[in-house]
């Protein structure tokens, strides 16, 4: 286990621009221990514009052969997911709140690891420089992991599932998000108010015993943050 890691701030460029100057410099972050076996850094894709954002844990097996986020099994579902609660899935922008696959090797297989929280730490400016290029009215979080890298470890998707937070004043630093870009002077204003919902992760679906229910719930979920779209 890894105590401590020197984060990705450092690998950061000041003077990124766009989605795809950060997407560049991300490919070469040594922010933790997890870029050494990983394939690729996983960065977000979709829409910039998009009035809905979704995090996610960490990119996944397929994920991380293809260098794109949601590709995979839990991708497809919610895909699926998103088509049943009546949301548009071209202007979405995914990303996950740790950027390398972190896994076991059991003979050729590679398993899913979860995150710990020094990777949560050491991902999490990626997280916060991605949302200075976006403007969601809605964030989605999926999973615990999410969760905890933008509202804390002490909050719990079992308790606050599906319910519609302030954003950014639900945030763990709300400070972090509280200022945007608006030029490459680097004069800044304040970010619009949004909000937030969290949900289960689609793999947690997969995993179910009773995936039909599951996969209810999730769908339920979205439902409120599609309403909550104007």
């Given at each position: 286990?890894?105590?401590i ?11 990124a ?6 997407r ?5 972050c ?5 870029y050494r ?13 998009a009035r ?9 097996d ?13 991708g497809r579902l ?7 609660a ?16 972190r ?6 297989r590679?398993i899913?690891?979860t995150?710990?929280?020094v990777?949560?730490?050491?991902c999490?400016?990626?997280?916060v ?11 989605v ?6 969760a905890?890298?933008?509202l ?6 079992t ?6 937070l ?22 800044t ?5 949004a ?5 289960i ?9 009773d ?20």
């Open positions: 286990m890894v105590d890691a020197p984060g990705a701030q450092q690998f950061i460029p000041p003077q621009e766009t989605l795809d100057d950060l560049a410099a991300a490919a070469g040594r922010g933790c221990e997890l076996d990983a394939s690729q850094t996983v960065f977000g894709r979709g829409d910039a514009t809905l954002v979704f995090v996610g844990e960490q990119p996944g397929m994920e991380d052969q293809k260098g794109l986020p949601f590709v995979g099994p839990a919610l895909r699926r997911a998103v088509d049943d009546g949301l548009d899935p071209g202007h979405i922008y995914l990303t996950n709140a740790v950027k390398h696959f896994f076991e090797l059991r003979g050729r590679r899913h690891q995150p710990d929280q990777h949560i730490t050491a999490r400016p990626w997280l420089a991605e949302f200075t290029k976006l403007n969601p009215q809605v964030i979080v999926l999973g615990a992991t999410a905890k890298a933008l804390g470890p002490g909050f719990r998707v308790r606050q599932r599906g319910e519609l302030p954003w950014p004043a639900a945030a763990q630093h709300p400070e972090d998000f509280q200022r945007v870009p608006v030029d490459s002077a680097g004069d204003t304040d970010a619009p108010s909000r937030l919902l969290a949900t992760h689609p793999s947690a679906v997969l995993r179910a015993d995936q039909d229910k599951a996969y209810e719930g999730l769908v339920a979920d979205l439902t409120v943050a599609a309403r909550a779209l104007t």
